[in-house]
């Protein structure tokens, strides 16, 4: 069998399998937050000028990012405890819900016992908990996946409305292929499949597909189409995979990304908030509530503190919105 055919019968037998999902929960709407940037005084979370985030109107936000073994986390030089002392109680009496999100680029959050994954989200643990987020992207063995996941599962079953999701790489071809998720991403939706886990999303990183190919996005002229590849991204998973377009959300990363000429801008918030909304997807996010605003002096590249698009600060989480067609 060459390879192209186990391909082919790899992906059709991801797409045929059981998911043992129901209907995944509520839309998720919010930005993540890097806890380690701007960080306000006493642990608390910091808005992009550093001044506590509940102080500034909030709206629901994904913490990124917790790693190491679960129930021992850290959030860099931050524990679990010192995180979780300063914000849960401060967002539950606001009424702001949150999402926990784990791993990240470079980092990685393992969970071996259920005993663990117990005083992990029992730490957070709030009303207002929206979900807990699993951003796989390296350094992860099958095994730890799959005990991830089968962790994940029991956990459920004491808090069967939590909400879980995994937070894959993808590419949006356009050439017909459907290529999107890697093998890693494979890898994480086998063993999601297998875990036993219910009501699971899988959150899409729309963002930094290389160099403009139509074998990795939609292209406008010599460009990646940001808008129309991340709408392209969720078909092919959906369609190749056989995902519900309910149990998708996505993630794209507002204003320069990884290659010159593929931005993500106002227009494409737009654009993908609408398609959240039409297509039923279960979440949108955007890498970052830091980056929501114009760079102050010129940046080469991509910026963790801003855009490096012209517009007011917060432009991209109202284009956001209007597309959903949700208020602040």
Known sequence: MNKMTCAAVAATLLALCGSA??????????????????????????APDATPYLAKGPVALSWA????????????EQTGAQVAAANVAAFARAGIDYVISTGGQGGVFTCATDEGMERFIARYDSPHLAGIDFDIEAGQTSEQIASLVRRAATAQKKRPHLRFSFTVATHAASD????????????ILAAVRAGGLRDWTFNLMVMDY??????A??????????GRSAVQAVRNVHEKYGIPLAQIEVTPMIGVN???????TLDDARVVGAAVKS?????????SLDRDQPCKVPVQGASDRCSGMEGAAGAFDAAFRAGVGGER
């Open 279 to 287: 297509m039923g997807l279960a979440g949108l996010h955007w890498w």
């Open 65 to 76: 990012f917790a790693t190491g073994e679960c129930g021992s986390e850290k959030w860099r």
């Open 210 to 215: 290389g160099p403009p190919a139509a074998d």
């Open 258 to 264: 990884d290659m010159p000429g593929n931005d993500f």
């Open 21 to 46: 999902a129901l209907a995944a929960p509520r839309v998720v709407v919010s930005p993540y937050k890097f806890l380690p940037l701007n960080r306000a005084p006493a642990h608390a979370i910091g």
């Open 217 to 226: 996005c939609v292209l406008r002229g010599a460009v990646c189409d940001m």
């Open 176 to 187: 017909g292929s459907r290529r999107s998720l890697n093998a890693l991403g494979e890898t």
